[in-house]
């Protein structure tokens, strides 16, 4: 080491030193970790992508084990500006390669965001709560360009789909705890017209709905990683995946997850193998029979759902009269809405505006908020989304990526489908998951970063490495 060298380092040992016996030793800790992340980051821009595939991590840990206020309601801005800032690196460092990777789904997602912001501008009563509305809807969005931006390899797209699956995977074995020690639930979880219900899972979410929607989006992800791999223990490991999370959903005892995630399942099966999708809705109808014969609150739960007291009941409190009441300002307010954060979601909730409540209809929601024009706008998009998706399958080469690309393109169906009863999207978790996942199919068919105007992602573009591991 030269004396320069050294005389930097005696100096910054020196401010480390000061700095920890002011502050105390966790906060320096913690702001050299971050430091050396930063700088890993940088020095090798495609693994800015695991922020996002570790999204549950973050907000787990954030929310729940430092609880501070200020860093978990910010954090994901923060991650956001940083992938920014590596994408911005990127760009001027890598010369040789495109700064900016077209796919056919960017046009739809930027025309949804400046749509948005014209209903910010003409529609919003109030400017202040109208900007949270808009940050709620089309934030999380930007995740997919930092996937197709800075993902270099298909390797790095399986590193992130691996983290989902040991993310769901962990976080379905506390689900299973929950349901073992019967952990106590509020009563309006449950209507007492349903009978006895010993307990509901819902993890580390809020609620059960939460849960299932969270499992309904990584279920299909892991089947599709499932059916890609060639190792036995590899596939030996998704399928235990697969049957932890599936018993945790089945223990939310939410419908709309069990139903959702059944006709994810029906699309993967579509996109894979058309000739066994019959056969496939007969197993699958089996197994729902089996299960409403031998697991009574799943069958109380199902049965209840069409019974005369649940139609008088949703009426006079429930998911009918939200809907009822959702359509009748969404007529009052046909065109341009109420403006964004007025109605119907989590903005709206938390500053207690026009009597609110959840609308469990994403579509009922942003039509409420914002008018005709943001309904469409959004069934557009997402129905471009899925229909990308599925033509990109055909584009990829590698016949594993195709299975990532069906289990994703599967697992997107099934979240917007779920939409129909819940508000998915305005789950941040589960909006940036979905805008990744978007993310990775786009790479995996149109993304090349490595050779400057080619956007093919060709066979011999794929290490030996990646052929093994895919």
Known sequence: MNKAKAVFVFIGVLILGLTASWVGMLPVIALIVITVAIAILFLDYEKATIIVALYTVFDFFLRYIISHPILSSLWDEA???LCAAVWLYKWFTRTKEKPYRKTPLDISILL???LGVISLFIAAPDFIIGIEGLRVVIQYM????????????????????????ISGLLVSLYGIYQFIVAVEIPAHWVDEME????T?????????NMLAGYLSLIIPVSVGLLFGEKDRMR??????AIFCMGVALLFTLSRGGWIFCFLSMMVFVWLKNRKFFVPCLLIMAALFVFTVIFVPSVANRILYLLSPEYIESSSKGGRILRAIQGFELFRENFWMGMGLGQFGGSVALSHKLNNTFSMDNYYLKTAVEMGIFGLIAL????YNTIMWCSRAISKISDAAQKDWARGITASLAGIVMYNLTENMLEIPL???YFWMLAGVVMFLAYGRSHIEGDMTLNPEDVTPQAKETG
């Open 430 to 432: 589960i909006s940036s």
């Open 195 to 198: 009978g006895n219900v010993r």
């Open 235 to 240: 596939k030996l490991y998704y399928g235990g």
């Open 79 to 81: 991650a956001l500006l």
């Open 112 to 114: 949804f965001m400046v």
């Open 200 to 208: 509901r899972v819902f993890s580390i979410f809020t609620t059960p």
């Open 142 to 165: 930007f995740w997919f360009f930092v996937i197709t931006q800075l993902l270099k390899t298909p390797e790095g797209a399986k590193r992130i789909l691996n983290i989902l699956v």
């Open 379 to 382: 069934i557009v998009l997402l």
